[in-house]
Each structure stands twice: as structure tokens, then as C-alpha cells.
């Protein structure tokens, strides 16, 4: 696993971001507000679906080492905004109360068991901050009220993407190619694509250019990565095939 905040700090953030989706849903001029980047969403939607994300994951953490997990909740959240403003915040402490009692080293069920992100607490509060982080920005931008990432956190979530969803044992079906993301802040990720599936790398000591880069800040790599900006938002150079075939790429395991 690449770098990551301390336990206690992905606690925290998930605490912070929720408070600041809580505020972007309470600011905006109605729950059936689209949400621009989650097509065919309302921002009630986007509500029930973090909402019945946190729920679930305290639920998984909970449960400890499992081969499959728990049901999800099929229960509708509240459709009047104070009930569903506080559903969604008692949501949000189920799942920290759970990752608090656990400690960070207990191991559960995940979805990224093949990849890079560790099967614990630890991997889901790093995935459930940026869970929360991204649809925080979601959320503001169906208010009209985006505010900037914290860029530290923004950082973080490249490298989690790495680690977790581009992470994987299932041989890349293309031509061996290494993707480079740089980050105007002054971090920088590598992405090796071959026969033996998609690993975050180390960069090489000689800089030797990669198949295809991503330049752009912390928050436009980490909006990319997870699809909510394109390539002609940042500064690409190399092979633009080879971004295209990894948006399209559906690996079996």
C-alpha cells in the first residue's frame, strides 16, 4: 500500500466531509436537484446512496473476517430534508463508531481482496473518506457551491484509487504501458498495465518518460480518476489510447 493518512485522521476527515456534504445538500434549492456529474441522479438520490454506503461498511467492519458481506439495507431514507439530513448523519457515526471499536488492523470482508488497499478498517476508512470526499463534490456542484479539496486529502485519493480500484491480478488485455499521474502540488504515481494486471509502481530513478501521463492539481487527477473530469481537463502527453482502453477496462478475476 502507498502512503496513507493515520488512522485517527481518516476518522476524522470522514467526520469533516460528511459535515461539509451535509452543509452542500441543506444549501441546495431542492433534494430533486440533478447531480451534474452522477447522470440520472437527484441530489436525494445521492443522499441515500452515501447514506446506505456508510450503513453498509459499519455493518462489514463490524462483522470482522467473512467470505461474503452482510445484506444491504433496502430501507428508503427520509424524503423531507431535516429527517433525511439526520439520517444521513446517523448514518455517517454507525460507521465511525464501528471503525473506532475495531481499531485499524481489524481485518473484514472487501470488495479490493486482490488488490493493493489492505482487507481492514484501515482500507475502508481510507476508501469511505474518498467515498465521501468526491460526493461531497458532487453534491456542491448540485448546489452550486463547489468549494476547493483539501489538497492533502485530494493527494491521497489518487494514490487510494491506485491501491484499490486500479488494482488488480487480471491481466491487462492490451499492450504492456505505464500510465504516469503528476500532480501540480509535487507528487507524482505510476501505473504499470501488463500480463500480471494494473500495480501501482514506483517511479523510475531515471525518469524514463511513461506510455501515457496525467498533469493537473491533486483534485483535477483525483475528479478524473474517478470520472467526474475528462481528458481535455488536464494536461495529457503520450499515448491518449491507453487512458481510454483503462476507463473502459472491466477486469474479471
Known amino acids: 500500500m502507498t502512503e496513507s493518512l493515520e ?21 441546495a434549492p431542492s433534494l430533486d436537484a440533478p447531480v451534474p456529474s452522477c447522470p440520472g441522479w437527484t441530489l436525494s438520490d445521492l443522499v441515500q446512496h452515501l447514506g ?17 458481506p452482510p445484506a444491504k439495507d433496502a430501507a428508503e431514507a427520509p424524503r423531507e430534508l431535516d429527517a433525511l439530513l439526520a439520517w444521513y448523519a446517523e448514518s455517517n457515526e454507525l460507521l465511525l463508531s464501528a471503525l473506532r471499536e475495531v481499531g485499524p488492523e481489524r481485518a473484514c470482508w472487501t470488495w479490493w481482496r ?22 461531497t463534490y458532487d453534491a456542491q456542484l448540485a448546489a452550486g457551491t463547489v468549494q476547493p479539496m483539501p489538497a492533502h486529502v ?3 485519493g489518487v494514490a487510494e484509487f491506485l491501491d484499490t480500484c486500479n488494482s488488480t491480478p487480471a491481466a491487462w488485455p492490451h499492450e504492456a504501458a505505464t500510465v504516469r499521474y503528476h500532480a501540480t502540488e509535487g507528487r507524482s504515481w505510476l501505473l ?10 514506483p517511479l523510475p530513478d531515471d525518469a524514463a518518460p511513461a506510455t501515457v501521463s496525467a498533469t493537473g492539481t491533486a483534485e483535477q487527477l483525483l475528479l478524473f480518476v474517478w470520472g467526474r473530469l ?3 481537463d488536464l494536461k495529457i502527453e503520450g499515448d491518449r489510447q491507453v487512458f481510454e482502453r483503462l476507463i473502459a477496462w472491466e477486469p474479471e478475476e
Open 52 to 68: 446506505t454506503g456508510q450503513r453498509w461498511w459499519a455493518a462489514v467492519v463490524a462483522a470482522g473476517p467473512a467470505e461474503a
Open 154 to 156: 485530494a493527494l491521497d
Open 192 to 201: 504499470a498495465l501488463d500480463g500480471t494486471g494494473a500495480w501501482p509502481a
Open 7 to 27: 488512522y485517527s485522521d481518516l476518522l476524522q476527515l470522514i467526520d469533516e466531509r460528511s459535515a461539509a456534504f451535509r452543509d452542500a445538500v441543506a444549501a
Open 114 to 135: 486482490a488488490g493493493v488497499s489492505p482487507s481492514n478498517a484501515r482500507g475502508v476508512a481510507r476508501r469511505r473518506v474518498h467515498e465521501v470526499l468526491v460526493h
Open 230 to 232: 475528462t481528458m481535455s
